[in-house]
């Protein structure tokens, strides 16, 4: 069945497996994520590499609905700072995507490797990506999982440009959204706030990575002990909603005024006061020349491996302990709201804050089954 044919809502025609290994050689596994396993594909005839995403509809609904939503979006989609869906199959068993194949580095790595990174450095990634998405936001596609891990250079030249990757979570704004998603530490105020959203999350998302990229920290963080998650996915979620975050000294004392106005502006906690990305895009900062140009990366590299060194363990770990108790709350509020003709006591608001994020984490974290979970905890701690 050739690309575009693939529609919903009808009678497939399935394709039969020997379909696409007759055409594409697939490698072995390079990593599982929460809907999908990423294979390197080579086309047999031409000998060019692509990149193969595997959804198996046995691992339940919410996978099916993933492929079939990422295929939708990404066949909407052609610009040149995101990655291209190719080909597509879909047989009785799996969705196949193929994708352009990104080869450079992701951007924590790049800057690791500079001799010489400053904010101009900062500001052509940023400039980037936010063409990017206004381009998705004229389309009403809002992405809702970006992140500094979906942001990769698309080969290892010295003049690469960037692209985004992992549409899986990205949703057409017909309306405001209601249902929570995306990665906790990038969340925007009204979605952990379990509020009606749009399209300012995205940009809520890029005020948070560039703030990572220019200081080398994550704006919002918790002292709390790695291993005790339930308090500190508490505190982080109650500083989003309060917009709690400095420009702390040392990491920012030599970063411009305009950059960090850039950064205000994007993090806005109210949504509607929020700037939107091609409002960022005439910024002086990424449009003009306010970016300065000094050597920013001894602090930046330093911060980075401090906060983000064990990033990849971290999160292994916590897929595998987050799913014993994100249940928790959904529980204790059954269990205390005695009989239906008593009236329910008014929740402390840390705890509305807490429930929030819980739920937030409880719609991105169960969307495969445990073997999925199993597969990329293994494929993380061997990294």
């Not at 009808?10 to 294979?39: A, H, M, R, W």
């Not at 990655?83 to 690791?112: H, N, P, S």
């Not at 063409?131 to 500094?148: D, G, M, Q």
């Amino acid at each position: 069945m050739p690309f575009g044919c693939l529609t919903f809502g009808e009678k497939k025609d399935y394709n039969n497996p020997s379909e696409v290994t007759d055409k594409y050689d697939l490698g072995q596994i390079v990593k599982s994520e929460e809907f999908c396993e990423i294979f390197r594909a080579k086309d047999k005839n031409t000998l060019k590499m692509y990149t193969c995403k595997k959804f198996l509809k046995k691992d339940g609904r919410k996978v099916r609905k993933a492929a079939k939503n990422e295929i939708l979006i990404l066949k909407m989609v052609k610009h040149p700072n995101i990655l291209q869906l190719v080909d597509v199959y879909e047989t009785r068993k799996e969705y196949y995507l193929f994708l352009e194949l990104a080869t450079g580095r992701e951007v924590f790595d790049w800057i690791l490797d500079q001799g010489y990174y400053s904010e101009r450095d900062t500001s052509n990634v940023i400039r980037q990506v936010m063409e990017a998405v206004a381009y998705l936001h004229s389309l009403r596609i809002v992405h809702r999982n970006l992140k500094l891990e979906n942001l990769v250079y698309y080969n290892r030249l010295k003049n690469s440009k960037i692209v985004i990757s992992d549409f899986h979570l990205a949703k057409l704004e017909n309306g405001l959204i209601k249902e929570p998603c995306g990665t906790p530490e990038y969340l925007a105020p009204e979605v952990v706030g379990r509020q009606r959203y749009g399209r300012p999350v995205d940009c809520w998302a890029l005020g948070v990575i560039m703030y990572i990229l220019l200081s080398g920290n994550p704006p919002f963080y918790d002292e709390t002990d790695d291993d005790d998650y339930e308090n500190h996915d508490k505190n982080l979620f109650r500083k989003i909603l309060a917009g709690d975050y400095e420009f702390d000294s040392p990491y920012w004392d030599d970063i411009s005024d305009s950059a960090k106005s850039l950064v205000s502006r994007l993090m806005e906690v109210d949504q509607h006061q929020r700037l939107t990305a091609q409002e960022a895009i005439n910024h002086e900062w990424i449009s003009g020349n306010a970016a300065s140009d000094k050597n920013i990366k001894d602090g930046v590299c330093a911060q980075i491996e401090k906060n983000f060194a064990k990033a990849k363990w971290k999160k292994a770990v916590r897929v595998t302990t987050i799913m014993k108790r994100l249940r928790a709350p959904e529980q204790s509020d059954a269990a205390a709201a005695g009989p239906a003709t008593q009236p329910s006591p008014e929740p402390h608001p840390a705890y509305c804050t807490f429930a929030a994020g819980m739920v937030t984490l409880d719609l991105l974290f169960s969307f495969t089954a445990l073997a999925s979970y199993r597969a990329r905890v293994l494929s993380l701690l061997s990294d």
